[in-house]
Every structure is written in structure tokens, then in C-alpha cells.
T-cell receptor
């Protein structure tokens, strides 16, 4: 089944403790992206990647890192999480920038 | 200029009624306008999309109306059903294929 898989689905952590949210797609998509969803703010792009080893900042990149060492994987790294990063995170992928986005089922992160 | 403004934030409609969600944009360089549907616990999924050279697109009970001069577009759900209860996001595609999303509308269809 074609899908974008995120792990974990739920994560509770404390301020400053490094964490990684994994994202993997099995559709051989070149484009991958991370979004955060907050009430009243919609979906905001954190980082995106056009292909392996090519990443760029989105609208809200502060406090986040990404890497794209393999085509299928695009992990999101929070090196020192803070409470304002409490949010619902989505990974998405597409064949290219002009193709529909396929989203994962989300990771709900709480930072205390 | 990169914003997409969506309204209303929430909407309650009776079964069989028409649900209407509106979006407005500023950037005339946007070239593609999709709508995404999101059920609880799931990621958004593409529902229907339109390009700015078309004024209307219909797929089943879902219709996008596009007004290029007013820089507005809307989603109409005809004969709304309880199964349509979800959050809806409009979006617009700009530079480098980047999607700018609206704030989202939570639709509840009452039986």
C-alpha cells in the first residue's frame, strides 16, 4: 500500500530533551515536507526537500532540523524542544512540486 | 501576500444542506488551488483542485467556484452528509510549488 509513515504517533517529552520524528514513504517520491498544524493557524511548512541531500527552510524552521540521506526517509529533529513546539506534525511527500501531496497520519508532540 | 485566508472557522449544517467554505488570497502568481479534507486522527487528503483559468470544477457533490478578479475561491458541498464531517483546508500553490494553506474549517453535519 502506498503510504507515508510517521513514528511515533504520540510523544510527550520535556524541555531540552532531543527527539527525532521519523518519516518514510514507499512511493519513490522526490519531494518531501514537514508541516505543523495548530488551531487557527492551519498547516505551516517547517522544512522541505526536493531530493536527496537537498533541503530548504519553510515558513517556520526555527528550532527544527531535517536531513535527507535517502530518498524514502525525511526525519524531523528537535535538538532542544521547547513548549511552543507542542503541536501536531505532518510529513508529506509528492512525486514533484506540481503533484498532489500525500500526508502521513501525524505525530502529536507535547513538550512540558 | 503569501497568506490564504479561510472562513468560517467552524460550520454546522443539517444533513442534506449545502456547506460553503470560502478562501481569499492576495498573490496573483498562485497557479493551483486545491482543497484538502482531514478526518480526526488522519492526515489531510486531496479532495478537489482547480486552476485559475477555470471558473468552476465539480466532482460529485463537491464543487469549487473560482473568482479570479476577486481573488476568491470557495468549496460547496451539496447534499451534505454526516460522513462529510471533517476539517477542510484550502490551499494555493506559489513559487517552487510551495503550498500555502488556509486556517482550516471544521464542518459538522448533523443527522
Amino acid at each position: 500500500e502506498a503510504q507515508v509513515t510517521q513514528n511515533p504517533r504520540y510523544l510527550i517529552t520535556v524541555t531540552g530533551k532531543k527527539l527525532t520524528v521519523t518519516c518514510s514513504q514507499n512511493m519513490n517520491h522526490e519531494y518531501m515536507s514537514w508541516y505543523r498544524q495548530d488551531p487557527g493557524l492551519g498547516l505551516r511548512q517547517i522544512y522541505y526537500s526536493m531530493n536527496v541531500e537537498v533541503t530548504d527552510k519553510g515558513d517556520v524552521p526555527e528550532g527544527y532540523k531535517v536531513s535527507r540521506k535517502e530518498k524514502r526517509n525525511f526525519p524531523l529533529i528537535l535538538e532542544s524542544p521547547s513548549p511552543n513546539q507542542t503541536s501536531l506534525y505532518f510529513c508529506a511527500s509528492s512525486l514533484g512540486t506540481n503533484s498532489p501531496l500525500h500526508f502521513g497520519n501525524g505525530t502529536r508532540l507535547t513538550v512540558t | 501576500q503569501q497568506q490564504v485566508k479561510q472562513s468560517p472557522q467552524s460550520l454546522i449544517v443539517q444533513k442534506g444542506g449545502i456547506s460553503i467554505i470560502n478562501c481569499a488570497y492576495e498573490n496573483t502568481a498562485f497557479d493551483y488551488f486545491p482543497w484538502y479534507q482531514q478526518f480526526p486522527g488522519k492526515g489531510p487528503a486531496l479532495l478537489i483542485a482547480i486552476r485559475p483559468d477555470v471558473s468552476e470544477k465539480k466532482e460529485g457533490r463537491f464543487t469549487i467556484s473560482f473568482n479570479k478578479s476577486a481573488k476568491q475561491f470557495s468549496l460547496h458541498i451539496m447534499d451534505s452528509q454526516p460522513g462529510d464531517s471533517a476539517t477542510y483546508f484550502c490551499a494555493a500553490r506559489g513559487e517552487k510549488g510551495k503550498l500555502i494553506f488556509g486556517q482550516g474549517t471544521t464542518l459538522q453535519v448533523k443527522p
